[in-house]
């Protein structure tokens, strides 16, 4: 089946700085996107991105599909985007979604 | 304002028990799914749902029974809980021209 690989596992900042996510994935038929939970539990969707760059305030999503990789950059990081980021690549059809193990971000004061 | 709805936030089940987590969406999508987070992995399909009775099979749905009785509703039942089935579990809707779920805060679910 398919498959989504994370990295880092886990990654610790200073307030400020930058971070940079990465995803890589099996197929090339997909429909990439980046998620964030809340250290709650809540799940939000922050990117739907099969293919180039976007952008949402502070975040940047680059997907390049025929490489099977997609990273996403935090800049200026705060302390209210700790969590973890799950990417998951959807079936185009039935929109299942296939994650991975996520980063788990924290940044600190 | 858009929302999935869960119930119960968290429940304790005994082993080969009963379980029926339910789920409610507001939203008029037609799809619905349900997936299962265990501690430090990712999400995975159990079952989902594109119309109301019908379900389908996710990635892991053994052990598992999924009902769509209305379009808004989506329950997943558990006939004999395990203890391996001790996990957080979220529903989600999403609309057919839409690729982004919109998913409930989760069912914590720990079977003893």
């Known amino acids: 089946g398919q498959q989504v690989q994370q990295s880092p596992a886990s990654l610790v900042l200073q307030e400020g700085e930058n971070a940079e996510l990465q995803c890589n994935f099996s197929s090339t038929a997909t429909r990439l996107q980046w998620f964030y939970q809340h250290p709650g539990g809540r799940l939000v969707s922050l990117f739907y991105n099969p293919s180039g760059t976007k952008h949402t305030g502070r975040l940047t999503s680059t997907t390049v599909t025929n490489e099977r990789r997609s990273s996403l950059h935090i800049s200026s990081s705060q302390t209210t985007d700790s969590g973890t980021y799950f990417c998951a690549i959807g079936d185009t059809n039935t929109g299942k979604l296939t994650f991975g193990d996520g980063t788990v971000l924290t940044v600190k004061p | 304002e858009a929302a999935v709805t869960q119930s119960p936030r968290s429940k304790v089940a005994v082993t080969g028990g009963k379980v029926t987590l339910s789920c409610h969406q507001t939203n008029n999508h037609d799809y619905m799914y349900w997936y299962r987070q265990d501690t430090g992995h990712g999400l995975r399909l159990i079952h989902y749902s594109y119309v109301a009775d019908s379900t389908e099979k996710g990635d892991i749905p053994d052990g598992y029974k999924a009902s769509r009785p209305s379009q808004e509703n989506f329950s997943l039942i558990l006939e004999l809980a395990s203890l391996s089935q001790t996990a957080v579990y979220f529903c989600?809707?999403?609309?057919?021209?839409?690729?982004?779920?919109?998913f409930g805060e989760g069912t914590r679910l720990s079977v003893l």
């Open positions: 989600a809707s999403r609309d057919s021209n839409n690729q982004a779920p919109l």
